[in-house]
């Protein structure tokens, strides 16, 4: 078979395998501009193809095409790399695409003389123009191999899975162009052998592009750079010899005569390539090299300062996918002994089964483990080794997990709060005292970061229980009033049963306490802090509440107000239970006739209400120390919460509650004081100056 008929046959078999995967990209990433973009690269390729096919080798759209082809699978790398540097910084479309642009127009511009007719003075300077546009050409080849090698470098090792196959695949097609061209402008021709495996070498990619497809659903490449010089420079060395030999066998296949023998020297070159490619970007051939290398040629297992480095920037950078903790905090443990997968299990105290809390790699899930499994790790300075357990008794469940490797203790302060369990790793890792060491060190750094994150939990539990326990205590005390409230009405009966007036009062006062306490249950139910508050005019809550207010004894309230339409923003009921509580205290410590006044007036921008009685008055220590102190109280019967419930409502709604008081019988002044609400609307005049007696 000639080199003809050999291109024409490879090309459009070339040109049938892209138009395929142009399609299958087109279908699986439509919604997407990066697989609109490898759709297109795939498609210029196949057109390529098949125009070389038609023309049986170099002609003019041939160039054209092959110019879009290079540049299209550059275009497509600078899209994926611009989009991995927004991590960074945003950069502008034209810094990565304007050079590959740049290049591209120079190419069809040094090829527009050739397609007119010329004298032979002008064959010079064609000549030079054509090794011009080769080198032109392999510029371009090296600038979409240089941003593939951007795109891999700033990866982390945990996404590039999703993208090795893919800078192998295009980073062929860069490679053989340079390849190409440089032996063109080397000889001033292109090699038909270099021409005609062309096609191999695309074929050769087009399957790893396929698959790089199928894994990258999203295309979310992390931004990290982390090298060992050793480590790489070692992979470069076996690759180097592998690839050597399979150079000698090349040079066999050449000597054989065929027409086939460069053809396939070249086939077998590229394909060594591809196979050194994916087998040094596998997880499990670099940790291979990675243990053997240590064993044979470093005292210390470990670089300290890098293994330290990665584990606590992993342990506190949350940008792992959105990691939580818990998650990170066994990634962390386990990148220090390269294992792959692990889980952790947590107590909630001792004496406590230990249950699964999250996992890395693994599904989430488990049956708890006994107590007892403590005991394994020795008061936590113990690992448990799960093919040598010594006299460590493993639990049925732990057994039966596949792969499932060592067990290591978290423990903080002298307390285990519990294990992460670690699966086989990538290569065989003999263990010493060193990985024993540096996981104690890993796993007790680990427990003080879980530990916080416990208390953390705990003190925003407390708070929480806190704000209901206040809630509940609020309620406790209104029950109180109602029950008073009741017991008034109970003790009344006796003597007004049957007046028709007392009977509605009757009627007006439980349905006034079933309200109240359907408003208790729901404050149980809610954050007070979450409730709605209304606008309310202070004035008129006063007055309406005097007008439903019992008191215990005989008392004289006088009533006063030139803040008629002023509103403040509190809710009515906390107003009205504030106001119902100063107003009792006032009676309980005032004599039976004496007189009680309420007074609202507006000062600037400020709502007050003075609530003043008859009694004895309280001194300062006793303000200062005992009226607002939650549950201590100097009555019988009291709870301790009134005054505190009173004055926190009132701070809820940015208020204060203020005592003006003196020994000596010279009363009390309880005073609310409240900010005007700004936006003021007109409401019903009150009566001010009014005196109201009450009847017991």
Request: hydrophobic share 50%; aromatic share 8%; glycine share 6%.
């Amino acid at each position: 078979m000639t080199y003809a008929l050999s291109s024409t046959a490879l090309h459009t078999l070339t040109a049938v395998v892209f138009l395929a995967l142009s399609i299958f990209v087109g279908v699986r990433g439509r919604g997407s501009r990066t697989g609109r973009f490898l759709a297109a690269a795939a498609l210029a390729t196949a057109l390529w193809a098949g125009a070389v096919a038609v023309e049986g080798g170099f002609g003019r759209l041939t160039s054209i095409l092959e110019t879009i082809r290079i540049a299209a699978w550059a275009l497509f790398v600078a899209h994926l790399l611009r989009g991995v540097m927004k991590e960074r910084r945003n950069l502008p479309r034209w810094i990565l695409a304007g050079p590959i642009i740049a290049l591209v127009v120079t190419t069809l511009a040094l090829e527009v003389p050739e397609a007119f007719p010329v004298g032979e003075h002008w064959l010079s300077q064609i000549s030079w123009l054509a090794q011009t546009d080769r080198v032109v050409r392999i510029l371009l080849a090296v600038s979409g191999f240089l941003l593939l090698e951007n795109l891999y470098r700033n990866s982390l090792p945990e996404s590039r899975w999703h993208i090795n196959l893919l800078t192998i695949g295009i980073g062929l097609t860069f490679i053989y162009e340079i390849l190409l061209y440089a032996d063109a402008t080397l000889f001033h021709s292109v090699s038909p052998a270099l021409f005609v495996a062309r096609p191999l070498i695309d074929m050769l990619a087009a399957p790893l592009i396929a698959l790089a497809v199928a894994r990258n659903r999203r295309w979310l490449v992390d931004i990290r750079i982390s090298r060992n010089v050793i480590f790489h420079s070692s992979t470069l060395l076996i690759s180097g010899i592998f690839l050597l030999a399979i150079g000698v066998a090349g040079e066999v296949l050449r000597d054989i005569g065929v027409t086939w023998g460069p053809v396939l020297e070249i086939a077998l070159v590229f394909g060594a390539l591809v196979f050194v490619a994916v087998a040094f970007t596998s997880g499990r051939a670099r940790s291979e090299l990675r243990v053997f290398l240590v064993q044979n040629f470093f005292r210390s297992r470990y670089d300290y300062r890098k293994v330290w480095l990665s584990f606590i920037g992993t342990l506190s950078n949350p940008s792992f996918s959105g990691e939580q903790l818990r998650v990170r905090v066994i990634r962390a443990v386990a990148d220090t002994v390269d294992s792959p997968a692990g889980s952790l299990w947590l107590s909630d105290g001792e004496r406590i089964a230990f249950s699964p809390v999250a996992s890395w790699n693994l599904p989430r899930g488990g049956d708890p483990v006994d107590p007892e499994f403590s005991r394994a790790f020795r008061d936590g300075q113990w690992i448990v080794e799960f093919g040598n357990p010594g006299d460590a008794v493993i639990p049925e469940s732990l057994a039966q997990m596949q792969r499932v490797w060592l067990a290591v203790p978290l423990s903080h302060l002298g307390r285990l709060l519990g294990f992460i369990l670690l699966v086989e790793p990538r290569a065989a890792i003999p263990l010493n005292w060193e990985n024993y060491e540096l996981l104690r060190i890993a796993s007790r750094q680990v427990a003080s970061y879980l530990a916080e994150e416990q208390a953390a939990r705990a003190l925003v539990e407390a708070q929480h229980l806190q704000a209901y326990s206040q809630r509940f205590a609020f309620v406790v005390h209104d029950i109180k009033n109602v029950v008073s409230q009741l017991s008034l009405v109970l003790s009344n009966g006796e003597r007004h049963a049957d007046d028709p007036e007392f009977q509605r009062d009757v009627l007006e006062t439980v349905r006034h306490s079933v309200t109240s306490m359907n408003k208790m249950l729901a404050q149980l139910r809610a954050n007070r802090e979450a409730e709605a508050t209304e606008t309310v005019v202070p004035a008129v809550v006063a007055e309406e509440l005097l007008k439903a207010w019992r008191p215990k004894k005989q008392v004289e309230i006088h009533f006063h107000s030139d803040a008629t339409t002023a509103r403040v923003k509190i809710g009515r009921d906390q107003l009205d239970s504030t106001l119902r509580h100063l107003l009792d205290n006032a009676v309980e410590v005032s004599m039976a006739g004496a007189e009680i006044s309420i007074e609202v007036r507006q000062a600037a921008d400020k709502i007050i209400m003075d609530i003043r009685d008859a009694g004895d008055g309280m001194s300062a220590d006793f303000i200062a120390n005992q009226l607002f102190q939650p549950f201590r109280s100097t009555k019988s019967e009291g709870h301790g919460i009134g005054a505190y419930q009173a004055r926190e409502l009132i701070r809820a709604a940015h208020g204060d509650l203020l005592v003006l008081s003196e020994t000596g019988g010279q009363g009390t002044i309880m005073r609310i004081v409240l900010p005007v609400e700004r936006a003021i609307r007109p409401v019903l005049p009150l009566h001010q100056g009014k005196m109201l007696g009450i009847p017991s």
